[in-house]
């Protein structure tokens, strides 16, 4: 029998993981998890975590564990949140979530559980890990609607070594199903969104806790725009623009607010299809825009990822400077599966999809997976 320590975040995946690891004869202990207290940008009606931390409660009297509560806040903020301004004010759109994972729930988290005596941690998370002699592989789980081996792209095997996943070979009806059998408290609970541990956020109200605000224009991009047809099929590098290539069609308040592939907050009407961002310049403060959810601005065929920024979760899989495979591709949660290929040079990652990609994004994850294994990921860079 092992001491598990649950991260138990009070909702009903991580209450179920809960409940089966104590059905299989473990000694459990729940583990709670305070790390965001300010509401600034938050949405009404979204749960804060004196909310979560009730729910975590009830469960872990239901199932008579012990729960801890610890704080974990200053943490969050320097890894996670920190991160966040500093990459948004760069132009870029990082994966809180992602980070959250490999900065806090398997790092600062996990030596908190250890101080309790831990042999393993556990979450809620849909996805499975094995063991091959003294490597760990992270693989998919069961539940494709809600696999998410992409949100642990960046875990160690170090990592991997200490984490259980109890639901990763469930469905998520099955899963709603025992935690109604066992009258958890969690049963109807619905799933959290938005920023992990901050919830549901206007993200410009929210970066503007650091972000200055600053009026710029809107500049749209026709989409018949020479450049496109210019550019190489294979080019890993966004399209770059200027004023002159298009025409003015707004104003906005700040470049560093918006993302490649936003459709909502531009305050621009009147168009015969929908606007979507195309690029940002946070240089010159301009947000450039298309028309059309497949406007070629937003497709691209290739992606590059920094040497210092490619991670293998299976080392021993790792490309040599050179080496060159075909993968499975992911650029962002619960995005089907690409085929393309990964080649390694002096400059990092190349990855050229089979088929054009909508919305590649700077500061975003791409992982590659081996069937339903991930090997690896890195932070895109352009």
Same mark, same amino acid.
């Given at each position: 029998?092992?001491r598990?320590?649950?991260?138990?975040?009070?909702?009903?995946?991580?209450?179920?993981?809960?409940?089966?690891?104590?059905?299989? /004869?473990?000694?459990?202990? #729940?583990? =709670?998890?305070?790390?965001?207290?300010?509401? %600034?940008?938050?949405?009404?009606g979204?749960?804060?975590?004196? !909310?979560?931390?009730?729910?975590?409660?009830l469960?872990? $009297?239901?199932?008579?564990?012990?729960?801890?509560?610890? !704080?974990l806040?200053?943490?969050?903020r &320097?890894?996670v949140?920190?991160?966040?301004?500093?990459?948004?004010?760069?132009?870029?759109?990082?994966?809180?979530?992602?980070?959250?994972? $490999?900065?806090?729930?398997? !790092?600062?988290?996990?030596?908190?559980?250890?101080?309790?005596?831990? *042999?393993?941690?556990?979450?809620?998370h849909?996805?499975?890990?094995?063991q091959? #002699?003294?490597?760990?592989?992270?693989?998919?789980?069961?539940?494709?609607?809600? !696999?998410?081996?992409?949100?642990?792209?960046?875990?160690?095997?170090?990592?991997?070594?200490?984490?259980?996943?109890?639901?990763g /070979?469930m469905?998520?009806?099955?899963?709603?199903?025992?935690?109604?059998?066992?009258?958890?408290?969690?049963?109807?609970?619905?799933?959290?969104q938005?920023?992990? =541990?901050?919830?549901?956020?206007?993200?410009?109200?929210?970066?503007?806790?650091?972000?200055?605000?600053?009026? /710029? *224009?809107?500049?749209?991009?026709?989409?018949?725009?020479?450049?496109?047809?210019?550019r190489?099929?294979?080019?890993?590098n966004?399209?770059?623009?200027?004023?002159?290539?298009?025409?003015k069609?707004?104003?906005?308040?700040?470049?560093?607010?918006?993302?490649?592939?936003?459709?909502?907050g531009?305050?621009?009407?009147?168009?015969?299809?929908?606007?979507?961002?195309?690029?940002? *310049?946070v240089?010159?403060?301009i947000?450039?825009v298309?028309? /059309?959810?497949l406007?070629?601005?937003?497709?691209?065929?290739?992606? &590059?990822?920094?040497? *210092?920024?490619?991670?293998?979760?299976?080392?021993?899989?790792?490309l040599?400077?050179?080496?060159?495979?075909?993968?499975?591709l992911?650029?962002?949660?619960?995005?089907?599966?690409?085929?393309?290929?990964?080649?390694?040079?002096?400059?990092? #990652?190349?990855?050229?999809?089979?088929?054009?990609?909508?919305?590649?994004t700077? #500061?975003? =994850?791409? %992982?590659w997976y081996?069937?339903?294994?991930?090997?690896?990921?890195?932070?895109?860079?352009?």
């Amino acid at each position: 029998m092992a001491r598990v320590v649950v991260g138990l975040s009070g909702g009903v995946d991580s209450s179920v993981a809960a409940w089966l690891l104590k059905e299989q /004869g473990h000694d459990v202990v #729940g583990l =709670f998890m305070v790390n965001w207290h300010d509401t %600034a940008g938050t949405l009404s009606g979204d749960c804060p975590w004196h !909310d979560d931390r009730m729910f975590a409660e009830l469960v872990a $009297r239901r199932l008579d564990i012990p729960l801890h509560v610890v !704080d974990l806040s200053a943490e969050y903020r &320097r890894r996670v949140v920190d991160y966040m301004f500093a990459e948004y004010e760069r132009g870029r759109t990082p994966n809180p979530d992602v980070l959250c994972n $490999r900065e806090i729930k398997f !790092d600062v988290f996990l030596k908190e559980a250890l101080k309790l005596g831990a *042999d393993h941690v556990a979450t809620g998370h849909y996805c499975r890990k094995e063991q091959t #002699g003294e490597t760990f592989r992270l693989l998919a789980g069961v539940d494709r609607n809600k !696999d998410q081996s992409y949100f642990l792209c960046q875990l160690s095997q170090q990592q991997l070594r200490y984490a259980l996943f109890p639901v990763g /070979g469930m469905e998520k009806p099955e899963v709603r199903r025992i935690a109604a059998e066992q009258q958890l408290a969690t049963a109807k609970r619905k799933d959290s969104q938005g920023i992990c =541990f901050v919830g549901k956020v206007d993200l410009p109200t929210f970066l503007q806790q650091k972000l200055q605000t600053r009026r /710029g *224009d809107i500049i749209e991009i026709p989409a018949s725009w020479g450049g496109y047809a210019r550019r190489a099929w294979d080019d890993p590098n966004p399209a770059v623009y200027s004023p002159e290539d298009g025409a003015k069609v707004g104003e906005h308040n700040g470049a560093h607010f918006y993302t490649i592939g936003q459709r909502k907050g531009l305050g621009v009407g009147g168009k015969a299809e929908p606007l979507f961002v195309v690029a940002t *310049d946070v240089a010159r403060n301009i947000i450039y825009v298309g028309q /059309g959810e497949l406007h070629p601005g937003l497709m691209r065929r290739a992606l &590059r990822i920094r040497p *210092d920024e490619m991670h293998w979760v299976r080392p021993d899989l790792r490309l040599p400077e050179g080496g060159r495979r075909r993968y499975l591709l992911r650029i962002r949660y619960r995005q089907p599966l690409q085929g393309g290929e990964l080649t390694v040079t002096t400059d990092g #990652g190349l990855i050229l999809f089979d088929t054009p990609q909508r919305g590649v994004t700077a #500061g975003q =994850f791409a %992982a590659w997976y081996d069937g339903e294994e991930l090997n690896g990921s890195g932070v895109i860079e352009r």
